[in-house]
């Protein structure tokens, strides 16, 4: 399982949560400017992670000012291509938070550059600018899952109480992209929270972070869990091919 990330620190939560799901990690890390593409050949599935903002130029957008936006060039390189060939190959993907942004962006879809454009108040998805700051695997507010989905066989439908950490979020999902869930908000219909893309084995993205409450919340142990699975039929799948 290959997961995209910015440094082996920052991985940590990621490969403890896979590797108690059965599964063997390898981190896939920004290189030099001139450093070859990194690839999935030989690799059953991708985990892309949490960290800073997407260039918006990605998404055919200026950068709007006031919108605290920081952008991440290194990890913009290695994982909007990683993103794209995992879809091209129907390799299972599990994009968090920043890395649900990527495959959306990559599939051809948009963000908002801050939560506030949909009349959210700022700040109000990311439990650090909180006080006191709750612990980083409390559920601070819900989202409702669709029924039907993806998402909901493996973590239920209704609504989930999840952790929040962004303050960007999917604008127009990129096409076959179907949005599965969102945050409940007292008015409005709520940022999206999760999506999934049609015709893939396993593609689901979620804006919260499912490995930081894994110990605690069955719901997103079994996320990694249907990961791990979807990547172990496409190990024997290729097997048998090879």
């Known amino acids: 399982m290959g997961v995209a990330g910015?440094?082996?620190a920052q991985l940590k939560n990621y490969l403890d949560a896979i590797e108690a799901a059965g599964g063997e990690v390898v981190p896939l890390l920004p290189g030099a400017e001139d450093a070859p593409e990194v690839s999935l050949d030989g690799l059953d599935g991708l985990v892309l992670t949490g960290g800073k903002d997407i260039d918006p130029a990605l998404y055919r957008q200026r950068l709007r000012e006031g919108c605290g936006v920081e952008i991440d060039h290194p990890r913009d390189a290695l994982e909007i291509p990683l993103a794209r060939q995992a879809l091209e190959r129907d390799l299972p993907v599990l994009g968090i938070c920043r890395g649900v942004q990527v495959l959306n962006v990559a599939a051809g879809g948009t963000l908002h550059q801050d939560i506030t454009f949909l009349g959210l108040r700022a700040g109000s998805h990311n439990q650090r600018e909180a006080s006191p700051e709750p612990p980083e695997d409390a559920a601070?507010?819900?989202v409702?899952?669709?029924p039907g989905s993806r998402l909901a066989e493996i973590l239920g439908d209704g609504r989930?109480?999840?952790?929040?950490?962004h303050h960007q979020v999917i604008d127009r999902p990129?096409?076959?992209f179907a949005v599965v869930a969102?945050?409940?908000e007292r008015q409005g219909s709520g940022a999206i929270e999760a999506v999934?893309?049609?015709?893939?084995?396993?593609?689901?993205?979620?804006q919260w972070h499912p490995e930081r409450m894994w110990r605690r919340v069955a719901g997103c142990a079994r996320l990694f869990s249907a990961l791990v699975e979807a990547a172990s039929g496409k190990r024997v799948a290729r097997k048998q091919v090879g």
């Open 196 to 206: 999934e893309v049609s015709g893939r084995t396993f593609a689901v993205g979620v």
């Open 6 to 8: 910015g440094s082996p």
């Open 174 to 176: 990129a096409p076959r």
């Open 144 to 146: 409702m899952i669709a």
């Open 182 to 184: 969102r945050s409940v």
């Open 160 to 165: 989930l109480g999840v952790n929040t950490f």
């Open 140 to 142: 601070v507010h819900e």
